[in-house]
Nanobody, 121 residues
Framework: QVQPVESGGGLVQAGGSLRLSCATS????????RGWFRQAPGKEREFVAA????????YHADSVKGRFTISRDNAKNTVYLQMNSLKPEDTAAYYC??????????????WGQGTQVTVSS
């Protein structure tokens, strides 16, 4: 089954940075909008950031605006999430997803397995 594959998660101290990557194989998703979501233990999954298929439009949740940046490289079929100034409350499993529809509305049809980000205080 074709699905995105996330990488780049790990353990980092507060104030540190990580860059998540989301690659796909077997299907390019080149004309799909892409999004990043996260889910902390005991909480619902929440939107983090999204990007149009051209990369010309990006959207970020208020909680990460100014700290996280979504980008994509269609030649590499990869989407990135640069995370700076990380906070303990950013700790969560981060999921990459793809949608042929509106990047902020979805629905997102293809999901990765997730990568864990843990921020220590």
């Amino acid at each position: 089954q074709v699905q995105p594959v996330e990488s780049g998660g790990g353990l980092v101290q507060a104030g540190g940075s990580l860059r998540l990557s989301c690659a796909t194989s077997g299907r390019t998703f080149r004309r799909y909008a892409r999004g990043w979501f996260r889910q902390a233990p005991g909480k619902e999954r929440e939107f983090v950031a999204a990007i149009s298929w051209t990369g010309g439009s990006t959207y970020h949740a208020d909680s990460v605006k100014g700290r996280f940046t979504i980008s994509r490289d269609n030649a590499k079929n990869t989407v990135y999430l640069q995370m700076n100034s990380l906070k303990p409350e950013d700790t969560a499993a981060y999921y990459c997803a793809a949608t042929p529809s509106n990047p902020t509305g979805g629905p997102y049809d293809y999901w990765g397995q997730g990568t864990q980000v843990t921020v220590s205080s």
